[in-house]
């Protein structure tokens, strides 16, 4: 067989031509490149100007639709408002259209006025009383939930209702009782627990002033502090560290007791939800008990 056939053939060299588009060489059309355009008269501010005004063919002369020319008329009125064209060439430029949902500017919103706590530099009103217990193991102040303030001066107990500034007495006790140790209202403002020198608490209505119930026997000594629970259930406290509760509505009163304290109870109070009896004593200790 002949050799040639199995010859590859020889590559058609020849020599590259530069396309006319891929000249180095600077043309003279002004064509610019793709970056900045040379657009040439096109940049004619005044041929501009006379582009932009000269009407166009649908605003001639020629009839619209009866639609067509409602949806003019509504555009003019919520988007133009009035102009004829959106762009336009003018000295002074129109004032943007504001929006009834754009925000404050910062600079418009004012702060709040901070209000200032008024401090009183004197006692809106002074109340005399004389033959006041000068013992702090003693509580003779209760302010009731119908705003009505009980004091126990010596033996005596008195109401200064601070709506019309009236004072009352309530209730004097006797001289081997004397003087009252503590005061307490009851939750309903219609009833108070009167706890006296000898042990013994009265229980007393105020609108009709009457002796509801006498519990004695409670503590050996002062009652030096009482604290509601409810309309029902009130607790005392004795120079020994004894706190009792007591329902006034049984025979048998005293329902249990605590023992958290060495020395005389100064203070007694109930949270509010009746679970939690916070207690203070002259020990310089604080007790809280839970309610079972």
Known sequence: MDADIYREPLPDVRRWRRPPWASSRPTTRGFGDRFIPNRG???N???????????????????V??????????????MLQGRTRVLSFSNRPRSPLKSSLE???PTHIQPAARKRRRIPQAPEKTLDAPDIVGDDRFNVLDWGNKNVLSIALDDTVYLWNATDGSTTELVTVPESSAPIT?????????HIAIGQYNSIVELYDVTTKKLLRTLAGIHQGPVGSLAWNNNHLFTTGGL?????????????????????????ICGLKW????KHLAS?????LKSKENRK
Not at 65 to 74: E, G, I
Not at 182 to 190: C, F, H, K, L, M
Not at 242 to 258: E, K, L, P
Request: charged residues 30%; aromatic residues 4%.
């Open 240 to 264: 020994q560290g004894a706190i009792i509760n007591n329902d006034v509505r049984i025979q048998s009163h005293a329902v249990r007791s605590y023992r958290g304290h060495d020395d005389v």
């Open 280 to 284: 203070g004593g002259a020990d310089k």
């Open 41 to 43: 008269d096109r940049m």
């Open 45 to 63: 501010m005044n041929i501009a100007e006379a582009l932009l005004n000269i009407p166009r063919k649908d605003e001639s002369t020629d009839e």
């Open 103 to 105: 925000a404050p500017s």
């Open 65 to 78: 639709s009866p639609s067509r020319a409602a949806y003019r008329k509504l555009l003019a009125d919520t």
């Open 182 to 190: 503590s005061v307490s209202w009851a939750p309903d403002g219609r």
């Open 271 to 274: 949270s509010s939800c009746g």
